[in-house]
């Protein structure tokens, strides 16, 4: 830190010395100059005396010749009494010695003989007093040669005084008088002064420079202390500076951690940690950059889990999750570094291969992947058994565009679910034909009802033991103005997809009930009408009440209505039974219809309300041909039976099939054999005439 006493103090002592110094310097030489003014006066008055008593009479010696030798001077002035004169003058004063000059400079005169006819023309006193301004000057002498002798160590002032003389009225100068006073005891009195003086001033000097020293000190204290203290702050904030950093550092760390997380969950899901839509579409996006800048080729597979969503209701979300996260794993073990493979949601995976060489190298990885669903997945305690349907789309052959591509695999995904699951498909150009169509279809299937395009057939159901007529199967047809007759496989499921089947069943219910009961009047007593119900319907929940008010509107009672329900209702809702026992509540039967084609399982046979079992076309078919279809539908009429249910067997064509159920014991028949879906009015005359043996000849005498 910064010195300030040290600095003050030794510029203050030299401040102060010097003006001591200067004080004391100056009070000298103002006492010098008073001194010798007054000893001029002094002088002045002497030599005034000395002109008007004694000057008249030594004039002439001054007069004369001066340019004679030193001793013929002396001897001149000695003639003169001069010194014995002048002796009597300066008695009693402090002249110690006297000279007078010649004008010419020359030493006239001396009360010391030794120096007269010294010249003195060059001496700067004796030129000024020449010129009429007298002149003292004071010398300090070791030894001086005074009239009375010689005398030591003397202060003397000697001062050259004009002598005027004045002719015709003109005052000139006539010769230079000198003379020499002792002012020892002056001198002494000042120096003794000066002393005092000097004393008095560097005592009030040093007074004010401890005094200010002091000062200073103290404020060199209070600084440092200051400064000290400042230095504390200082170090203080310094520290709180970098603590305050350090916060801030870790902030900004934290933020920039929980910005990562943020982007790291808006690009990925969160279930599988695979990328989602959002990043799949970025990457998609980027790679088809670099397909068009390098000519490169690669491919969209889309993977859909088929029937995820059994496990799903069947088994619980949880294990759902779990099950999904297992698939995932497995599904990255087949994926290349550079590919992507991300979740779009449910059940859908995407992946992304790049660089591929052609769509040989692309199916082949779809057919890795297939392969990876053979072993089962086991999930807690679960061992299940899975499969997957893929479509591809490739670029650049299929499309460049993110959305495009997409769109294409997806299509092409429906394509393998198509064509049985568990396999993959290429998109082709006619998926989009298809597509098109879907949605064509779809507009004019809404319209369908209000221009009357739609209409239920009717397919009679027989008892098998005395073929009498004991119920019919209300089909829905759709006879498209613009399509021509499109068949319930292609519009019963779009219906479903889009919605529209929940009108679409409210009006084939209604339409059904209105037609068994024209039918009562006209007097055909069809004893039970079975209607198809899609599982939407079901899950709608209002379905007891909307029965309820059809039945009341058409008079139709509870006992003369079956529901055919498939068995993926059991497997895909969640309150399957609830909803069943509902519907059974209000007195209609139910029939569990294409009975052995989906997962049946026995127990739950067991606790559905059912009364009956539609045995399906599918194992009728192998009648005669295939012994384990007959083994099935042996099984399938005996469960019915143990289980006290009416078995039925649909689509029974041939008067062996209709033999082989017989023997069977199936209680109930349909099929070509005994009358196809017809519409109502045909329905009424083919059966109103018929008595109730009325079975077809063929049927009757078929090997029973
Ligand atoms: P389903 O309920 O199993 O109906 C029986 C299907 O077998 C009917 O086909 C019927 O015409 C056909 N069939 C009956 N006997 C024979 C036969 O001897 N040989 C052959 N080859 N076929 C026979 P359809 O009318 O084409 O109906 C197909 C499916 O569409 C129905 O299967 C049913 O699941 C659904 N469906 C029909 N109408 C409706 C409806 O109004 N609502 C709902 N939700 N689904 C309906
Ligand atoms: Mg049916
Ligand atoms: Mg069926």
Redesign the pocket.
């Known amino acids: 830190m910064f010195n300030l006493t040290r600095y003050f103090s030794t510029l203050s002592f030299v401040l102060m010395a010097l003006a001591a110094g200067l004080l004391t310097l100056y009070y000298r030489s103002i006492t010098n100059e008073q001194l010798l003014h007054h000893e001029q006066n002094r002088a002045e008055e002497f030599t005034q005396v000395f002109e008007n008593s004694l000057w008249p009479h030594f004039k002439p010696v001054i007069d004369a010749d001066q340019s004679a030798s030193p001793d013929v001077l002396r001897e001149r002035a000695a003639t003169t009494k001069l010194r014995e004169a002048l002796g009597n003058m300066m008695r009693g004063t402090t002249v110690l010695k006297i000279k007078i000059y010649s004008r010419d400079g020359i030493t006239a005169f001396s009360t010391d003989p030794q120096q007269i006819g010294e010249n003195k023309a060059g001496n700067a006193g004796f030129r000024s007093a020449l010129n009429d301004m007298p002149r003292s000057e004071l010398t300090h002498r070791n030894q001086f040669d005074a009239i009375e002798g010689t005398l030591e160590e003397r202060d003397v002032i000697s001062t050259y005084v004009p002598i005027h003389n004045i002719e015709n009225g003109q005052q000139h100068v006539d010769g230079v008088f000198e003379v020499y006073q002792d002012v020892t005891t002056f001198v002494q009195e000042a120096d003794r002064h000066l002393k005092w003086v000097s004393t008095g001033v560097v005592a009030v000097l040093a007074a004010l420079y401890l005094a200010q020293f002091m000062v200073v000190r103290r404020a060199q204290t209070i600084l440092r202390a200051q400064a000290r203290a400042l230095e504390d702050t200082n170090q203080e904030l310094d520290h709180r500076v970098q603590e305050r950093t350090h916060d801030l550092e870790n902030e900004i760390s934290e933020r920039r951690r929980a910005e990562q997380r943020l982007d790291y969950l808006a690009h990925h899901d969160p279930l599988t940690d695979l990328p989602n839509r959002l990043l799949f579409k970025e990457r998609l996006l980027q790679s088809l950059q670099q397909v068009s800048r390098h000519d490169a080729q690669l491919a969209v597979l889309f993977i859909d889990l088929d029937h995820f969503k059994d496990v799903n209701d069947t088994l619980g979300h949880s294990v759902g999750d779990a099950l999904l996260t297992t698939v995932t794993r497995r599904l990255q073990t087949c994926i290349r570094p550079g590919d992507t493979l991300a979740r779009l949601g449910g059940d859908e995976f995407i992946c992304i291969l790049e660089n591929i060489g052609g769509p040989a190298s692309a199916l082949e990885v779809a057919d890795q992947l297939l392969e990876l669903f053979r072993q089962p997945f086991f999930v807690g305690d679960n061992q299940l058994y899975l499969s997957a349907s893929i479509g591809i789309s490739q670029a650049p052959a299929d499309g460049t565009e993110v959305d495009v591509l997409v769109r294409k695999a997806d299509a092409a995904m429906y394509q393998a679910k198509a064509h049985g699951r568990n396999r993959s498909h290429f998109y082709t150009s006619t998926m989009t034909t298809n597509a098109q169509e879907r949605i064509q279809l779809e507009g004019l299937l809404r319209e369908a009802i209000a221009s009357n395009e739609l209409s239920v057939h009717f397919?009679p159901k027989i008892e098998v033991q005395s073929g009498r007529l004991l119920g019919a199967?209300?089909?829905?047809r759709w006879n498209s103005a613009e399509l021509g007759s499109i068949?319930?496989?292609r519009f019963?499921p779009l219906a479903e997809e889009t919605g529209f089947i929940m009108e679409l069943?409210f009006w084939?219910l209604c339409e059904t009930c209105r037609q068994v009961a024209a039918w009562d009047e006209v007097g055909l007593r069809v004893p039970v009408v079975s209607?198809?119900?899609?599982v939407k319907q079901l899950e709608r929940g209002n379905l007891p009440e909307l029965l309820r008010t059809i039945m009341r509107e058409t008079g139709i009672t509870p006992d003369r209505i079956e529901l055919?329900i498939t068995e993926s209702v059991i497997m895909v809702m969640e309150d399957a039974f609830t909803m069943l026992a509902d519907l059974r509540a209000l007195g209609v039967r139910l029939a569990l219809?294409?009975f052995g084609t989906g997962f049946s399982s026995l127990s739950y046979l067991k606790k559905l309300p059912v009364q009956t079992l539609k045995i399906d076309?599918a194992f009728i078919i192998g009648i005669g041909e295939s012994r384990s279809d007959e083994s099935i539908i042996q099984a399938m009429v005996d469960i019915s039976r143990s289980l006290n249910l009416v078995s039925v067997a649909?689509?029974?064509?041939t008067a062996e099939q209709f033999a082989f159920l017989r023997r069977l014991g199936c209680e109930q028949v349909?099929?070509?054999?005994f009358g196809k879906?017809v519409p109502a009015n045909e329905f009424l005359s083919r059966w109103q005439a018929q008595t109730a043996a009325a079975l077809p000849a063929l049927a009757l005498t078929g090997q029973g």
């Open positions: 397919q199967e209300a089909l829905l068949p319930p496989s019963i069943g084939v209607i198809n119900l899609s055919e219809d294409d076309r649909e689509g029974v064509e349909q099929g070509y054999l879906p």
